[in-house]
């Protein structure tokens, strides 16, 4: 069998495959159906300073390829995190990451800092929220949002740092490579493209939000082209997500560029995807004689 670990920013993850953030919650619920640990490793559900409820429902909804959702960032804050999730995480032998989300850069840089007094692995910063010092403006969608907040979060973070960037921008490799001179050790991507659906019959929106992240395998296209555009602009490694259920879309991702790869809207309709991944993407390799799955990273072959 070929080699499947990985290494993102000196992190070693067994295989490729992570489980993204907000679709695994702290992984509870999942180590009933197969052990933790043959996953590479686990993007925690997005953590706050304080405890959030969430948005009211309707909050998820069904689309063609995938869904909508409007969760709103629904935790039990970041001291319950440290205190009640993380020891349980830490005896399932895979990689913790710990995804954080705030209003403020304070809010990020308070929750970097606790967060570096414990034994996570890494943390990925979730830029993807409004910034209300900047009239609500998301962190992710300028460059100077996306380095201003990576930089302040550098300085109070110990541990590697990852930054999760958004794909509702005009040019995602600006993006990236703002996150890179900020001080990001890797880069995650994309997050979810922001959508809306009608009910005809009510003339009101699918989700009480209004709008929503669109996830799912309608996505994969525009992750894909993003996750290639990046690389062409950053050294960085980067964590590739966005539509991807089945082996053959984790091989895409990777040619792409990718380093490691996370799972996300497929836990939803199948617990064993990423199990089902796995073996196909360890099949694709033995097939070709590849030793190592590290080798399919940029392998895209131009025309």
């Known amino acids: 069998m070929a080699d499947m670990r990985v290494k993102v920013a000196g992190v070693e993850f067994a295989n490729p495959l992570i489980a993204a953030s907000g679709t695994f919650g702290f992984g509870h619920e999942y180590q009933e159906f197969y052990p933790l640990s043959t996953l590479g490793g686990i993007s925690c559900k997005g953590i706050t300073l304080q405890e959030r409820p969430g948005n009211p429902p309707p909050r998820i909804a069904e689309t063609p390829g995938g869904m909508l959702n409007a969760v709103g960032l629904q935790n039990p804050g970041v001291d319950h995190f440290i205190k009640n999730d993380l020891p ?50 998301q962190f992710g969608t300028t460059c100077a949002g996306v380095e201003g907040v990576t930089s302040a979060v550098r300085k109070y973070c110990k541990k590697p740092l990852m930054v999760k960037l958004s794909p509702n921008v005009a040019d995602i490799g600006e993006m990236a490579a703002a996150a890179e001179a900020a001080g990001a050790d890797a880069i995650s991507m994309i ?3 922001t959508g809306m659906r009608i009910d005809i019959r009510t003339r009101r929106p699918i989700i009480r939000n209004n709008t929503g992240g669109l996830s799912g395998p309608a996505v994969l296209p525009v992750a894909v082209r993003m996750v290639w555009q990046a690389s062409q602009r950053v050294k960085i490694p980067i964590v590739g997500m966005g539509g991807i259920s089945k082996w053959e879309d ?6 792409a560029g990718a380093t490691a790869l996370q799972i996300g809207t497929a836990f939803f309709s199948d617990p064993y995807a990423p199990i089902k991944i796995l073996k196909g993407l360890n099949r694709y390799l ?7 799955v590290t ?3 940029g392998g895209i072959q131009p025309w």
């Open 88 to 137: 349980w995480l830490r005896e399932q032998g895979t990689v913790v990451i710990a995804n954080i989300a705030g209003n403020t850069p304070e809010d990020y840089c308070a929750m970097a800092e606790k967060l570096s007094d414990t034994d996570v692995d890494m943390i990925e910063l979730n830029i993807s929220c409004p910034n209300v010092k900047q009239g609500g403006v």
């Open 250 to 255: 984790a091989v895409e991702m990777l040619l």
């Open 295 to 297: 080798e399919l990273t």
């Open 286 to 292: 033995d097939e070709r004689g590849i030793a190592s």
């Open 191 to 193: 997050n979810t493209l």
